[in-house]
């Protein structure tokens, strides 16, 4: 069926150019033949479904029963520079992007109105170099104006007018393609990327691209991979605008205005209009803001309104006969409402033939594609189907896209609204069955499938696992043979998807390893490297020898290119080199600790700050001996405790200009390849090493350091002892209890200073001779106290005065102690209260 192998095409297509009858099923009707013959231009079909390409630098053999096989270019084969063709090659590809002719009656053509301000300028803006986006809503006669400039714009550019269609693409690889294969002369070969970009950068032409879908850094992309053309893209406003900086001219096309309007409704109608078609025709100019194809799609409904009343035959005159099956008096069709003017698709629908009713069934099935005229009779049933879509088109409810007709823009909505959706899958089904038997038929050309991909994709999505794996299995090789590898790629995910769903693993296998060579054709090493493993490891399952040996051969061809890749960019160290062991830059930079007086002009006797430590206790620093030769940096004068830091510089290779890509800021930090340091001029020595009498000095220094610290301890820990143990003789002690409040009492400090003495409550009066009540000095009720060293001086012994504990249940009296100097005691006011002899206070 569709695997026979070796069969030539004259002995299975019939001298008038046509396959046998398509079906459904097996067997083949007597309907109409079915067009197979290659568009003009294209290559005559060899071999049915082996063909051999040229893919960059690979040889590439398609083969539908085992997979493709892949292998290295070999010497001597390297395809040598394309030519470019001339004005009769371009002309003969410039018709066959075109679509086809229809048969049955012809489709009268439509006048372009009101458009001549737009071409005008949009021939000069192009005249100039400069590209052009032509937005407008959808059924605005965009693709009608884009042919009334390309008739002007033939003789602009060296290698003339090239229409392409950019509908359903996303990025620009594939117009990249097809405006090569367009321009040059290079059948079955698809050049790599680096050699695809510097072909483009060479075409120098008036490139027409209709059905937009794509702006932003993807447009981008295109435009600056061909700066000699000139691009006049057509798009709707939904779609996604250029970036500021591509210097895109914008041309908006808007709507008719009311004359033109009712000049187009006339041309379309064939007649005049009465009044009350005038003022219908003015109604629906302000509803659909004069869209051309609401008034095509008008002057449809008046055709057809015309049919029904019998207002083309003049037959008022004759009396209807006995047997005629029409009433003497017919029913008048009265003029569509304005919805049904503003949304015709149902009404329009309606009064068309039963085979355009099942082609619109179709259409809404494979989401708004129509299959080509010489699919209808097998998928209708009837032989005569290939007549509806001119029926369709002249109705307003089809729209050229590239080579296919598909919906116009609205239809589909208001046709499912209604209920021509509801055999969706029915229609989806029949129609991936057809497709699978045709797509394998020997006779049928690769180029013929390309023409029928986006049909082919649409039956495969709505389709069952079954018929989908079916389909993709037959239209995979037809898609790489004729180079449209992006809907290659689109069948295969989806005939793996649907075979993992079927358990089909033998038909996953073969997926899988075609989608490697795909990818390692497009240099995705990490992609191809993943689909191939796993169809190796579902063929090892299955035994299946050769192609685990295809699978083998071509994972093999990975390995190569990876290893070549990491040859010739290896991956940047991100280690930091050793550091050398001794740099000749080393750098001495004195650092001075902090500016000492000089001894002679120091004090005697110097006062420590409270809690400062004695200056006994301080670390001592030496300073290191400096090299003759090395470099001192004279920022102050270096005293006896500066420190000396060794900074070595590490040499690195200088430029001359500071790094601008991340592999300049690498190389500089971590070279590859060090050059070795340059051989230093002769120095002085270095420092000699430190003698023995030096390490000793050290050494005594930290050991005297020690011995301070252990001496300041030892005293520490003695004055505090003699702050809780009273001494064993001293003054006399008086024991007075003093009720206090129940507040926390302020403790006392012998080393903080003398409080001011209060203004409300002065001292009292002493009556033993020879005592003073005057404040004590350095004692402060609010501060701890400290377990520092005393400043009052250890000749003087202080007296204590401690209070008995408390005898009653009320408030506790406070243990008050009073520091009674020779030959006088003090007593804090406030807190402690001298108690006189003589009053009894």
């Known amino acids: 069926m569709g695997r026979t192998q070796g069969q030539d095409e004259q002995h299975e297509q019939p001298t008038g150019g046509s396959a046998p009858a398509v079906s459904t099923g097996p067997a083949v009707s007597t309907g109409p033949a079915v067009s197979t013959a290659p568009a003009p231009g294209a290559p005559a079909a060899g071999p049915a479904r082996v063909v051999s390409l040229t893919a960059g630098d690979f040889t590439l053999t398609v083969n539908p029963v085992d997979g493709s096989e892949i292998e290295p270019l070999r010497p001597g084969t390297e395809p040598g520079r394309p030519a470019r063709r001339d004005a009769a090659a371009r002309a003969v590809r410039d018709s066959a992007a075109r679509p086809p002719v229809l048969p049955g009656p012809a489709v009268p053509a439509r006048p372009l109105l009101e458009r001549e301000e737009e071409r005008e300028r949009l021939v000069r803006l192009l005249g100039r170099g400069r590209s052009v986006r032509l937005t407008g809503p959808a059924g605005s006669g965009r693709s009608a104006l884009l042919d009334a400039v390309a008739d002007r714009c033939a003789g602009l550019a060296p290698d003339g007018v090239v229409r392409l269609s950019g509908y359903g693409h996303q990025q620009p690889g594939e117009l990249l393609h097809a405006l090569y294969a367009t321009v040059y002369e290079a059948e079955r070969a698809r050049p790599g990327r680096i050699e695809l970009l510097a072909r483009v950068r060479e075409i120098g032409a008036v490139v027409l691209l209709d059905d937009l879908e794509m702006g932003g850094p993807a447009l981008d992309e295109l435009l600056r991979a061909t700066p000699e053309c000139a691009y006049l893209l057509a798009a709707t406003p939904d779609t996604r605008a250029p970036s500021d900086h591509s210097h895109v001219e914008e041309v908006f096309l808007g709507g008719l205005g009311k004359a033109e309007c009712l000049e187009l409704l006339e041309t379309g109608a064939g007649r005049p209009l009465t009044d009350e078609e005038i003022a219908w025709a003015g109604d629906l100019c302000f509803a659909s803001e004069g869209l051309p194809l609401r008034f095509v799609q008008a002057a449809a409904l008046l055709r057809q309104r015309d049919e029904l009343n019998h207002s083309d035959e003049d037959d008022e005159e004759e009396e209807p006969g006995v047997f005629e099956g029409r009433p003497r008096d017919a029913v008048q069709v009265p003029l569509p409402t304005l919805a049904e003017g503003a949304a015709p698709a149902e009404l329009l629908a309606s009064r068309v033939s039963e085979s355009a009713r099942a082609a619109l069934r179709i259409a809404c099935a494979l989401g708004g594609e129509l299959p080509h005229h010489a699919h209808l009779p097998a998928l209708v049933g009837d032989t005569h189907a290939d007549t509806a879509v001119a029926e369709l088109l002249a109705c307003g409810l089809l729209t050229p896209v590239g080579t296919r007709y598909r919906l116009a823009a609205g239809v589909a909505r208001q046709l499912e609204e209604v209920g021509y959706g509801d055999t969706a899958s029915e229609e989806a089904r029949t129609a991936a069955r057809h497709y699978a038997w045709w797509t394998g038929h020997a006779s049928v050309v690769p180029e013929r499938v390309a023409a029928e991909a986006d049909a082919v994709l649409a039956a495969l999505a709505g389709a069952d696992v079954v018929a989908a794996v079916l389909l993709a299995r037959t239209a995979a090789p037809a898609f790489a043979a004729s180079l449209h590898w992006e809907a290659w790629e689109r069948v295969l995910r989806s005939g793996a998807e649907a075979a993992r769903k079927a358990g089909e693993v033998a038909e996953q296998a073969y997926f899988h390893h075609e989608l490697g060579v795909l990818a390692l054709c497009e240099e995705r090493l990490d992609r191809a490297r993943a689909e191939l493993e796993t169809s190796i490891g579902l063929r090892g399952a299955l035994a299946d020898k050769r192609g685990t040996v295809a699978g083998r051969r071509a994972l093999a061809l990975v390995v190569d290119r990876e290893n070549a890749v990491a040859a010739v960019s290896p991956p940047l160290r991100l280690e930091a080199p050793a550091a050398p062991a001794a740099s000749p830059d080393a750098v001495t930079v004195a650092t001075p600790a ?248």
């Open 594 to 841: 902090a500016p000492a007086a000089p001894a002679s002009k120091a004090p005697k006797t110097a006062k420590p700050a409270p809690g400062a430590p004695a200056a006994s206790e301080a670390p001592t620093a030496k300073v290191a001996p400096v090299a003759p030769g090395a470099r001192v940096a004279p920022v102050v004068p270096v005293s006896a405790e500066a420190v000396t830091r060794m900074t070595p510089v590490v040499p690195v290779t200088a430029r001359s200009e500071p790094p601008t890509t991340l592999s300049e800021v690498f190389e500089d930090a971590f070279p590859l390849t060090p050059k070795p340091a340059p051989t230093p001029a002769l120095r002085p020595a270095t420092a000699p090493a430190p003698s023995p009498g030096r390490r000793r000095r050290v050494l005594l220094a930290g050991a005297g350091a020690l011995t301070v610290v252990a001496l300041g301890t030892v005293v520490s820990l003695a004055l505090s002892s003699s702050d809780t143990s009273p001494p064993a003789e001293g003054p006399s002690v008086t024991r007075t209890p003093t009720v206090t409040a129940p507040t926390t009492a302020p403790v006392v400090s012998k080393n903080d200073p003398a409080p001011e003495p209060p203004v409300s409550a002065p001292p009292a009066q002493s009556a033993v001779p020879g005592q003073s009540l005057a404040p004590t000095p350095g004692r402060t009720p609010a501060r701890t106290p400290s377990r520092r060293p005393s400043a009052t001086p250890p000749n003087s012994p202080p007296a204590t005065s401690v209070s008995p504990p408390p005898t009653t249940a009320g408030p506790s009296p406070t243990p008050t102690e009073t520091v009674v100097p020779s030959p006088t005691a003090t007593t804090q006011t406030g807190t402690a209260t001298a108690t006189s002899p003589a009053t009894g206070r």
